[in-house]
Structure formats: C-alpha cells, structure tokens
C-alpha cells in the first residue's frame, strides 16, 4: 500500500486554514500536516473544542492528519536569542523579548504543542530545537572542543524536560535535521542523541533537501537512523557542478537568486535521488506519510504543489512480499 501523501502547510501560512484545505484537496494530496503560525493550528487556542472543528474541517474536504509542526517557537528554545527571533516567534513567546525569557516560554510553548497532539489524537510533533552552538560552525576564532560539548549540555538540559513531557503524553518530537539546528548531518545527528541519552521522544523528521548540497550522504541517513525516523519531508534542492560565485554558506544572498551555489526546487526538478530514499525507507519498514515541504522561488506554488503531488505517488511503491526468484526454487 502507497504511504499518505500530505502536504505541509508552513509555506502557505498566508491562506485562511479552510482554504488550504480546499487547494490541498484539488491538488490531490491526502492530507496536511499544519504548521503552528499563521491560523492553521494555533496552540494558544487549541483546546479540544478548537481541535475538534479543525478535524471537522479536514474531514469535511477528506484530508488525514498525521502531523502538526513547530518549527518557529521551537528555535527559540535553545537558541542565542537576538532581533531576528522576534520575526518568527509568537507574540506570547516573544514577550518582552528578554533573551532566557523567550527560551522559558519557547521551552513552555513545547510543551503546549504536544498537548494540543494529544487533543487531536495524533502522537508526532516536528520542528526545530534551535542551537546554543551553530554560530560556531566555523572554527575561527578557534572553538575548543569542550565548548562543543557545553553547547550540547545546555541542549539537553533544556529539551530533556520537554521531552519528559511528551513522553508522559504518548507523543515523540521529531527534530527536522537542518542547518542552524543542534542536529544538521549524520555526525551531529549522532551527538544530539547522545546528548539526550538517547530519550525515546527524541527523533527525526528527515528531510533530504538540507543534506544534499552539504554533500551529505542523505541515504545512508535513514539506516543509520532506522529507528528514529519519526517523520519525512519530500523535499528537493538543486546544487551547481561547476564551481559559482556563491558558496554553500549563501552569501547574504535571497533564495532563489541564481547565482547561488545551490537553491530549494519543485520535486523531481532538483538533484535528489527519491527513489533511493524510498528503497531505503522500505528497508527500514517506514510507514508514515510523506509530506510536501514546498519550496520553489522561480516556480508558481499551486502548480509546483500540484506536481509535486502527483511525482510523490508515482515516486512511491510498496516493498515486495516475496522473493522474486522464489518461483524458480524447486521444493
């Protein structure tokens, strides 16, 4: 059986939640994972009278719902907290934008979140958790090695409460690998982990786009994390052969800007190898639904969307149940 095709909301946060509904359903998908900005799921309200309508509605337009995803408030919490975060975080994290302020309410927001999972009875929450050490990526000035290693502690002793949490709810917080994250390749995906003890809520929403132009081995991604692929986003990136005049780090450059090295593209348009992924997702017995995370700046969105659907469920196909050359054995 062909796994859910969903599309994930975060880039069409601008659109009234019923009308997303709408052009998910006319652009074939079979469900939405809702992004918690804009008023798609909206965590400061959602109690079980909020969750209940907004089932309602999916169930009006014959959408499933697997997954809501926190992606903004989730950075705050482990963050070093500056102007930027204003732009992305909720009015009530915000607050008076004292930096260990917003990482308490971020922290409280988590929480919140997976209650709200609960209501809609659902058990995966993804997002981001923010990072106390990204800004040290590039070793100059010279970062030691316990610095890393105190970023990683402050990590855990700020999410591990968090995910205390969801795990007395039943629900597993899935980390989207990406850079700016405490998690952004196999390695560091690795140090995350054992940042935590391993906490059985702690898991990954894997999303291929952020690895390829790191060149990143994106497949071997998914065996070395077999159980802990919570989640995955079907995403697509495109990175130039030749060498640009912008780097893998962007150069203060907008998406989409051509001369960049790399830059996000409609499904199938970019370099990812899917039907690798899919192999290696039916190796590790991955069921759960594969979710549209579109981002394309030189490509009309309802089209792109629409595409990208379609290319999803062709990419897509179920493992065999039998060896193909059983027939040819002699009893």
């Known amino acids: 059986m062909a796994r859910p095709v969903t599309l994930f909301s975060g880039q069409w946060a601008d659109l009234p939640f019923e009308t997303m509904c709408e052009k998910a359903k006319q652009f074939g998908y079979d469900g939405l994972e809702l992004c918690t900005w804009g008023d798609h799921m909206e965590i400061a309200k959602a109690d079980q009278a909020y969750c209940d309508n907004r089932r309602e509605l999916l169930n009006k337009y014959d959408l499933q719902l697997f997954t809501i995803s926190t992606h903004l408030d989730g950075q705050c919490v482990c963050d070093p907290i500056d102007a930027r975060h204003k732009n992305i975080a909720s009015p009530h994290v915000w607050g008076d934008g004292d930096p260990e302020g917003v990482r308490?309410?971020?922290?409280?927001?988590?929480?919140?979140?997976?209650?709200?999972?609960?209501?809609?009875?659902?058990?995966?929450?993804?997002?981001?958790?923010?990072?106390?050490?990204?800004?040290?990526?590039?070793?100059?000035?010279?970062?030691?090695?316990?610095?890393?290693?105190?970023?990683?502690?402050?990590?855990?002793?700020?999410?591990?409460?968090?995910?205390?949490?969801y795990q007395s709810l039943g629900i597993k917080f899935a980390l989207e690998a990406h850079p700016t994250e405490i998690a952004f390749d196999i390695h560091t995906a690795h140090l995350a982990l054992k940042a935590l003890d391993y906490h059985p809520a702690f898991g990954y929403n894997y999303d291929p786009s952020h690895f390829g132009y790191q060149h990143v081995d994106y497949v071997r991604f998914i065996y070395e994390f077999a159980d802990r692929i919570f989640r995955v986003h079907m995403k697509d990136v495109y990175w130039s052969d030749v060498?640009?005049?912008?780097?893998?780090?962007?150069?203060?450059?907008?998406?989409?800007?051509?001369?960049?090295?790399?830059?996000?593209?409609?499904?199938?348009?970019?370099?990812?190898?899917?039907?690798?992924?899919?192999?290696?997702?039916?190796?590790?017995?991955?069921?759960?639904?594969?979710?549209?995370?579109?981002?394309?700046?030189?490509?009309?969105?309802?089209?792109?969307?629409?595409?990208?659907?379609?290319?999803?469920?062709?990419?897509?196909?179920?493992?065999?149940?039998?060896?193909?050359?059983?027939?040819?054995?002699?009893?």
């Not at 988590?110 to 209650?115: D, F, I, L």
């Not at 995966?124 to 800004?135: E, Q």
């Not at 040290?136 to 700020?158: H, K, N, Q, T, W």
């Open 243 to 331: 060498p640009t005049g912008v780097g893998v780090f962007g150069g203060h450059m907008e998406f989409g800007d051509n001369r960049r090295y790399w830059n996000f593209r409609s499904l199938g348009r970019g370099k990812i190898q899917f039907e690798n992924i899919i192999r290696a997702l039916n190796d590790i017995a991955y069921n759960g639904p594969l979710s549209v995370e579109w981002e394309d700046s030189g490509m009309d969105r309802e089209a792109g969307a629409t595409e990208a659907c379609e290319f999803v469920k062709k990419v897509d196909f179920a493992p065999s149940d039998v060896a193909f050359d059983d027939a040819m054995q002699k009893e």
């Open 104 to 165: 308490q309410r971020a922290a409280e927001e988590m929480v919140k979140t997976a209650e709200v999972a609960k209501r809609l009875g659902i058990d995966t929450v993804a997002g981001f958790t923010g990072s106390p050490v990204w800004h040290m990526l590039y070793s100059f000035p010279p970062v030691s090695s316990e610095m890393i290693e105190e970023g990683y502690a402050e990590f855990a002793c700020r999410w591990k409460p968090i995910l205390d949490e």
